[in-house]
């Protein structure tokens, strides 16, 4: 059975930092795509980064230059590094995978984990 199981959130002041991690298990994960996407309350499921089997990485412009993902295949885990956060930033953040080239659109990835709550006070 695929899980993903993201890990690392939770409540960060204005200007903090956090690492969320997912981590995947049931298959190995080395030729996927892997990527991070968020939901605010009432608002659509966004894109936020992508990173290819290949290690190209593919970021929204609201988070370029704040957010990293990074992947360690050893680990089957992909990583979200998120500097300078914004109170604009809560949301719950999803990992997702999938099997093809990089999607920036959440109904092209297959799997998904539960969500890690991410909040940033002002």
């Known amino acids: 059975q695929v899980q993903l199981v993201e890990s690392g959130g939770g409540l960060v002041q204005a200007g903090g930092s956090l690492r969320l991690s997912c981590a995947a298990s049931?298959?190995?994960?080395?030729?996927?795509?892997r990527g991070w996407f968020r939901q605010a309350p009432g608002k659509e499921r966004d894109f936020v980064a992508v990173?290819?089997?290949?290690?190209?990485?593919v970021y929204a412009d609201y988070v370029k230059g704040r957010f990293t993902i990074s992947i360690d295949n050893t680990k089957n885990t992909v990583y979200l590094q998120m500097n300078g956060l914004k109170p604009e930033d809560t949301a719950v953040y999803y990992c997702?995978?999938?099997?093809?080239?990089?999607?920036?659109?959440?109904?092209?990835?297959?799997?998904w984990g539960q969500g890690t709550q991410v909040t940033v006070s002002s």
């Open positions: 049931g298959r190995t994960f080395s030729s996927y795509a």
């Open positions: 990173i290819s089997s290949g290690g190209n990485t």
């Open positions: 997702a995978a999938r099997s093809l080239s990089l999607d920036l659109t959440a109904p092209a990835y297959r799997y």
